[in-house]
């Protein structure tokens, strides 16, 4: 089934984490699914994310020239950066064993398709017309290893997906508050509701 590239599957704000989120419930084995299990949705995530993410990526064009090729590689690449910046954000740190298979995975990217980066800011220089998705992505994982970004970093309390949090005093509690933030808002509406009509009941 073909994924609807809604502006929520960008709440990563920077495209390596919106990567990272095509996991949906990544710590439920249950219900775990991988948005990128088809070739063909890597293309499709290139296209959306050629909008929800072009002052990033400089304005350029962001393709997947070989989708079945291409799979395993964004996967491996999408993996490295969750292990990395999810474990980041709890530990506070950056740990050198989960850093070296992210470098070494941003290395093939850019080997294997070459891009420029911008001048003095993090992100992609404009003009390059096309770029290979996987490349990209590996620019935006490395931008996130600058410390004012690691910092930032959070993982959303109800879904679990990871966020660069842009706020103003970093205060951030989930990745869209219009979809994670008024479900759990309707849950504790619905748990004080419940105890509510519990404590009636016991008098």
Not at 67 to 87: C, H, I, Q, W, Y
Request: some cysteine; hydrophobic content about 40%.
């Amino acid at each position: 089934m073909e994924t609807i590239w809604t502006p929520h599957r960008f709440s990563g704000e920077v495209l390596a984490l919106d990567v990272a989120n095509t996991v949906v419930l990544r710590d439920d084995p249950d219900r775990r699914f991988d948005r990128f299990e088809q070739a063909d949705e890597i293309v499709r995530f290139a296209r959306a994310a050629t909008a929800f993410r072009a002052e990033e990526i400089g304005g350029n064009t962001l393709v997947v020239s070989d989708p079945s090729g291409a799979k395993p590689r964004m996967v491996a690449l999408r993996e490295t950066t969750d292990a990395l910046f999810r474990d980041a954000s709890v530990s506070g740190a950056i740990r050198s064993e989960r850093l070296a298979p992210l470098l070494d995975q941003c290395a093939r990217a850019l080997e294997a398709a070459p891009v420029m980066f911008a001048a003095g800011q993090a992100g992609l220089r404009a003009g390059q017309g096309t770029i290979e998705l996987e490349a990209a992505v590996a620019v935006s994982a490395l931008s996130l290893l600058a410390p004012e970004m690691q910092r930032r970093i959070r993982i959303c309390g109800n879904c679990g997906w990871l966020f660069l949090d842009r706020s103003r005093n970093g205060s951030r509690v989930w990745c869209d508050m219009t979809v994670c933030g008024n479900r759990q808002k309707a849950r504790r509406h619905y748990r004080r509701r419940r105890d509510d009509e519990g404590r009636t009941v016991d008098a």
